[in-house]
């Protein structure tokens, strides 16, 4: 299967900062990236994603960039805020998703 | 609207004993469904996976096994639970092959 490999696996933020999380995958033939947001106890649930035939994609202090040439992508975070502490996930899918370990992102008022 | 429901939330059980989880999904109809397990700060792994009624994929084999007896009704079970079988179990699913919709999640301790 896929091998998603995700760092850093901590992230500590100012308030207002950017937070940026990476992601590489080692199989050519994935072509859906998504992103979760995973709060203490929670479900994961989907905060963005990209299909390989876009590079990037943005969804207000949210975007993704994917790279398939060299395999890689991020989710970027503008003007971060305590509510977007919470651990992060990002998956790649040719058919199914595998999902890197998580980042946990903690954003300091 | 599309929704799914996962049960027990939480669940303790003695090393050894039986298991069962249940994960139905209402208002699509053939789903693909998933298995997740999440080992305490730790990332998602993938069980198993469903593209119908009957059919089956393991990615990780172990003492597991799931089961898909309807369209919208995927089941984990184990004979017998190890320790290590302790965490958090997800269902997912998706209509074709882009984004997946988790379950509220299962708790499993093993004790």
């Known amino acids: 299967g896929e091998n998603v490999e995700q760092h850093p696996s901590t992230l500590s933020v100012q308030e207002g900062d950017s937070a940026v999380i990476k992601c590489t995958y080692s199989d050519s033939a994935s072509n859906y990236f998504p992103w979760y947001k995973q709060e203490l106890g929670k479900r994961p649930q989907l905060i963005i994603d990209?299909?390989?035939?876009?590079g990037e994609k943005k969804d207000q202090r949210i975007a993704v960039t994917l790279n398939k040439t060299a395999k890689h992508f991020s989710l970027h975070i503008t003007e971060t805020q305590p509510e977007d502490s919470a651990v992060y996930f990002c998956a790649a899918s040719e058919f199914v998703g595998y999902f890197g370990s998580g980042t946990k992102l903690n954003v300091k008022p | 609207s599309q929704t799914i429901h996962q049960w027990p939330a939480t669940l303790v059980q003695p090393v050894g004993s039986p298991l069962s989880l249940e994960c139905t999904v209402e208002g699509t109809s053939n789903p693909n469904l998933y298995w997740y397990r999440q080992a305490a700060g730790r990332g998602l792994q993938l069980l198993f996976y469903s593209v119908g009624i009957g059919q089956i994929s393991s990615e990780v084999p172990q003492n597991l096994s799931a089961s898909r007896p309807q369209d919208r009704q995927f089941i984990l079970s184990s004979k017998k639970l190890l320790l290590s079988d302790s965490g958090f179990y997800l269902c997912?699913?998706?209509?074709?092959?882009?984004?997946?919709?988790f379950g509220s999640g299962t708790r499993l301790t093993v004790v």
């Open positions: 990209i299909r390989s035939n876009v």
């Open positions: 997912a699913w998706s209509v074709g092959r882009y984004g997946y919709t």
